[in-house]
């Protein structure tokens, strides 16, 4: 009986273990998850398209605020998570559209872009400009849900669970990883995947991570994933991660090879992309590469 406690409860930190904090979270929003597929269930396609991300988002919040609560019993502000500071979240904006228009204007200029159609919608009994805010609001929420489970819940608790036994910036370090392996490998059942595009969102996984380890907040994450899919899906209308744009300033037809520009996966599984988060990972990631600093995470106090 005293082994199977041990095994479960953490008596020096008189709570749960990590894995079961995890598994905590999981079996809650799994539950906000079922609700939520019932209340959607007569929607029509244009409202759970805009809506559904807002729902998720509001179930993995409170899923996090009372399992960080009354299980982890910490304050939301350990997660990285909180309003301010802004400045941070528009500076991801700005670098994952920076991002985003490299890897178009490459294409462009490469000639294997030539535009399609201006303005694309494809609820067009709705306002072109009504679909548009509504697809951006959608990544909104859903870059708010994702980086708020993966690089603040899952990262925290599994370098927590790893605490002890390693220094906190190797447990940093291993939590990053596997966040980030799991965090791409979740889209391999999506259509059009590949092993590059796994690839590929893995290492975007450690682009969004590295940015949560050296601040400690999710802001910056938040608003570079947020804005590289906008500009991806709804102004160039490339697929994202193999889901086809319904609304977008542009749609271009795309001659480039596949193993490049991703094909029907869109951006995220071509070759152009392996090559831009890398060299945006080796430009965050500077300092500590040449051995100039030390890795002063954030995540671990």
Known sequence: MKFIKSVIWNSNEKRIR??????????????????????????????????????IMLAILLSIYLVGKYIDRRNWADFG???????????????????????FLIQYFLGWLTIDEIKFNKFSS??????????????????????????????????????????????????YILTSSIFGLLHLANENASWLSSLNLILIGFLLGWTVIKTGKLHFAIGLHAFWNIFQNNIFGFANSGK???????????????????????????????????LALILLSYPEIVGNRRLDQKVLK
């Open 126 to 175: 709705f306002p072109f400009l009504v679909v548009l805010m509504g697809q951006v609001f959608r990544y909104l929420c859903g870059s708010v849900f994702e980086e708020a489970f993966s690089r603040g819940y899952l990262l925290l608790n599994i370098a927590e669970g790893l605490k002890g036994k390693i220094n906190n910036t190797q447990a940093v370090i291993i939590a």
């Open 81 to 103: 998570i909180s309003v301010i500071p802004l400045k941070q979240f528009i500076y991801g904006s700005l670098f994952g559209s920076f991002l985003e228009v490299t890897i």
């Open 244 to 278: 086809k744009s319904i609304v977008s300033i542009y749609t271009f037809e795309n001659s480039g090879s596949t193993l490049w520009t991703g094909g029907e996966f869109g951006i995220e599984g071509g070759l152009l992309c392996t090559i831009t988060v890398l």
């Open 18 to 55: 990590a894995f079961f904090r995890i598994l905590s979270l999981i079996f809650l929003a799994g539950i906000f998850a079922a609700m939520i597929s019932w209340i959607s269930n007569d929607f029509n396609e244009l409202l759970e398209k805009s809506i559904m991300n807002f729902l």
